[in-house]
């Protein structure tokens, strides 16, 4: 069976582009040591995108031992000497997401993810980026990268500060956070919830958010001009972030919010049958079914051992899908995320998004089509039979099984959240639609971070413009300011009349960047998504 790709679409050739050995470098003398009260860092200049990073800063404590599965806290103080923050931290433990051709939980051999340097369960590292050799004497706008990866997978070498700093015109401060994955950063369960934190991943980007706050002026970063982005579980993050704490996190932590693929898929609460199941299953592939305090003997296996049983639970799970991912905790998230958007519980004041004309492809099994009303029910375990065959159909228009379910899948976790999200910011939102064909998952990723990985439609005007939006909205929380001078017609607000901006070419490969209205079909399909929010878990 074909492996899943992973949400993020993962960026693996990117360890070549950040290792040491592709830096231009200055000597370490010259460049700034930053004291953050608890250590000291040391970064590295990078002359040929005229740049100074700083690598694999620890922002939080190891979360190992009695630290699993609780919120992170802050490092222990080390004045012994100036740590050197040139190196790439190593990722968190990765694992594959579903390959099973039902949604059901069983032993199945791991499948194996490719990741650059060698995962480890102390990864609570993020990457600052800030231009020229000194640090800025006036405080820039924050960009802070939340990487993807189904909340499984990926990790901060994948991705290229110096590529967002280029196509800012250096004018921003970059930050690239890692953050728990998989069982390590979202088991779930009661058991949790009583002698733990839920929600751990989630925890570890709000404590980078909360480090960004303190120390990011010590880079030349503005902390009350921060704007969260994410694409694929980072955009999903950004969503969760923005719906924390019923919108009112105090202080705010982001001005702006940049979802690339929102991802939200069933957000259960913590002790529904479903992630108590989950939790179930790991004590039992851990011999910890007979121990007084399960969770006491979780936090004593190994972590390589608990690492087999992060991959084999995943891949266990619905093709396409990842079984660890956040829930309603009660406290830092309080209701199903759909809700609080209905309701307006937001942090933040301003959203751009953007989705894929395609999404649903790379998460369909296309060597096993399954029909639409069995797709659903796999997909979401507690529709029923009615349900499903209402579902079956509304998308039975749409082709056959294969096409129908890649729209089940593509509109009901990936584009409609978008809308709702899109809701919530009435007034104060944009919204584009990435149509590069394929125009599949994750296809947007190369046009962000083209020396990571150079993208299919290569085109200097194409680029200026997709990219262009988005860094006028980090920098002045507008997508207008940067696009006048490219080839972007004016980007109107998503509530005149549902505008959005189409990035897209011709046949005959000649850039198309041109405004649209969000067609009344899909929105109703969203609706009837949103609608079914108790039984999709949204």
Not at 286 to 312: F, H, M, Q
């Amino acid at each position: 069976m074909k492996k899943v790709v992973l949400a993020s679409a993962l960026l693996t050739s990117a360890v070549a582009l950040l290792s040491a050995s592709t830096l231009a470098r200055a000597s370490n003398s010259n460049v700034p040591v930053i004291d953050l009260g608890y250590t000291q860092y040391q970064g590295v200049f990078d002359s040929v995108n005229n740049l100074t990073n700083y690598l694999g800063i620890r922002y939080a404590a190891p979360p190992t031992g009695n630290l699993r599965w609780r919120a992170p806290r802050s490092p222990e103080r080390n004045d012994s000497f100036v740590q050197q923050a040139d190196t790439q931290p190593s990722p968190c433990f990765q694992s594959s997401g579903g390959a099973a051709s039902t949604n059901a939980l069983e032993l199945n051999k791991r499948a194996g993810v490719d990741v650059t340097g060698e995962p480890t369960e102390d990864c609570l590292f993020l990457n600052v980026y800030f231009p020229g050799n000194t640090v800025p004497t006036e405080l820039l706008p924050t960009l802070v990268w939340i990487h993807g990866g189904g909340y499984i997978g990926g990790s901060a070498d994948q991705y290229s500060g110096s590529d967002l700093m280029r196509e800012a015109n250096n004018e921003i401060v970059v930050v690239i956070i890692q953050y728990r994955l998989g069982l390590f950063g979202f088991l779930s369960g009661s058991e949790i919830k009583a002698n733990g934190s839920l929600n751990a991943g989630l925890l570890d980007q709000h404590f980078a958010l909360r480090w960004v706050q303190s120390h990011i002026s010590k880079f030349g970063g503005d902390p009350s001009k921060v704007t969260i982005w994410g694409e694929s579980a980072g955009a999903g993050s950004v969503l969760q972030h923005i719906v924390a704490q019923d919108g009112q996190t105090s202080p705010q932590l982001f001005r702006g919010a940049i979802t690339s693929s929102t991802f939200l898929p069933s957000q259960y609460m913590y002790n529904d049958p479903i992630p108590e199941s989950l939790y179930s299953t790991v004590v039992s592939q851990t011999n910890c079914t007979s121990a007084k305090d399960s969770l006491a003997c979780l936090r004593a296996v190994d972590a390589a051992a608990l690492e087999i049983v992060n991959g084999n639970v995943n891949v266990a799970g619905f093709y396409g899908t990842f079984v660890f991912v956040p829930v309603v905790d009660g406290s830092f998230i309080t209701q199903r995320p759909t809700e609080a958007m209905k309701q307006g519980k937001v942090n933040g004041e301003a959203l751009l998004a953007v989705t894929n004309s395609n999404e649903g492809f790379i998460f369909v099994n296309q060597s096993n089509p399954i029909a639409a009303s069995s797709y659903a029910s796999n997909l979401f375990p507690k529709f029923g039979t009615e349900v499903a065959n209402i579902t079956a159909q509304i998308y039975a228009p749409f082709g056959y099984s294969l096409e129908q379910d890649e729209l089940i899948m593509g509109e009901s976790i990936f584009i409609c959240p978008t809308y709702y999200l899109l809701s919530a910011f009435q007034n104060k939102a944009w919204k584009g639609e990435f149509a590069i064909p394929p125009a599949t998952h994750g296809s947007d990723a190369p046009y962000y971070f083209p020396s990571v990985e150079s993208p299919p439609f290569n085109n200097s005007d194409f680029l200026a413009a997709f990219q262009g939006g988005f860094m006028s909205f980090v920098v002045s929380q507008d997508p207008n300011e940067k696009i006048a001078q490219t080839i972007t017609p004016v980007w109107d607000l998503y509530s005149k009349n549902n505008i959005e901006m189409v990035f897209n070419k011709t046949i005959d490969n000649q850039t198309d960047v041109h405004v649209d209205s969000t067609a009344n079909a899909l929105l109703e399909r969203c609706k009837f998504w949103n609608d079914l929010g108790k039984l999709t878990g949204q």
